[in-house]
């Protein structure tokens, strides 16, 4: 599978890279290097709506072929939710914690050895992680091999960006790089500079340095960033969706139901699916067209196919 060759890949070149680094070299990594689909050019997507949790995201997984399509047995895994925010799961702002939780309990039936859930909070981290109730949902699990994880600062790397256009170097949370897979859980919601946030821009919350000078040339720089990190599976929550005065929301007006989610292991295809939930199309939403345009993914509903 192209997949399990792009991130074993990403861990070879970051071993190799780090090992350089120590005599003074800057790591390099470049997905671009490695094919995005499969050689028909066709990518599958999942859209499922439901509103037992649990069953929606056994039921979006399935029609995937299951978790253990992305997680082989004896792996390590990040589960990456959007936890940016000092909200409550009813406003919308970040990841549904009965979503998160329900992801982490596929993976370890999939039988991964270990699995991180973690997130680079904008508000105080240790409020986020609480009212966000993902902390409390994970830990419910009752699992030693799940954490959840405050990051570490002392953790991040500056890597050499290859293809880079907007980044040439960047810090970057080596967790997430190291780990065998990494599975990309965000939120479906407006956002008030890129009009909406999806797979793409989630990416954000595994790099380090000042986030919001990407924020003048942010399509680039999205595309950039995710030339490094890889998601194996991006799954976007759209239980609720926060259709105003995003990312960071707070009003409960501003909160839809939907009770929907959408899968893909090409990023691209679930962020242009999950522009239809408020009323975009893809070609008008920027981060999306570049990221397409750079090879990460697919928004050509020719090559999608809807399972």
């Known amino acids: 599978m192209a997949q399990l060759d792009r991130r074993r890949f990403v861990r070879q070149s970051l071993h190799g890279a780090l090992a350089a680094a120590t005599l003074g070299t ?3 990594l470049d997905l ?4 995005a689909r499969a050689e028909s050019g066709r990518v599958a997507l999942a859209l499922r709506e439901g509103q037992d949790i649990e069953r929606l995201v056994a039921d979006t997984l399935a029609a995937l072929g299951g978790m253990e399509k992305f997680v082989g047995r004896g792996e390590t895994v990040v589960v990456k939710p959007n936890i940016g925010w000092d909200r409550s799961p009813e406003t919308a702002a970040n990841t549904n914690p009965l979503v998160v939780r329900a992801v982490v309990e596929h993976c370890l039936e999939a ?6 859930v973690f997130d680079r909070s904008a508000n105080d981290a240790r409020r986020c992680y609480v009212n966000s109730g993902i902390e409390e949902a994970v830990n419910a699990i009752g699992s030693d091999r799940v954490r959840v994880e405050h990051m570490d600062r002392r953790a991040y790397r500056d890597i050499a960006i290859k293809k880079g256009v907007e980044l040439t170097n960047w810090p970057f949370y080596v967790p997430a790089l190291e780990a ?4 990309n859980v965000p939120i479906a919601k407006h956002h008030g500079l890129s009009t909406v946030t999806f797979g793409l821009k989630n990416i954000m919350g595994v790099i380090g340095g000042n986030r919001g000078v990407l924020h003048r040339r942010l399509s680039e ?6 030339t490094v990190v890889h998601s194996d599976l991006t799954l976007i929550d759209a239980v609720r969706i926060l259709v105003a005065n995003g990312p960071q929301g707070g009003r409960l007006e501003d909160v839809r139901r939907t009770d929907t989610l959408i899968a893909s292991a090409d990023i691209v295809a679930a962020d242009a ?3 239809s939930l408020f009323g975009h199309a893809p070609e008008d939403i920027e981060m999306i067209t570049e990221a397409a345009r750079r090879g990460l993914g697919t928004m050509n509903p020719e090559r999608i196919v809807r399972v």
């Open 111 to 116: 039988g991964a050895r270990s699995v991180q």
């Open 221 to 226: 720089s999205l595309a950039d960033i995710n």
């Open 32 to 35: 671009l290097a490695l094919p």
């Open 180 to 183: 065998d897979r990494f599975i």
């Open 26 to 28: 800057l790591p390099v």
């Open 273 to 275: 699916a999950a522009c």
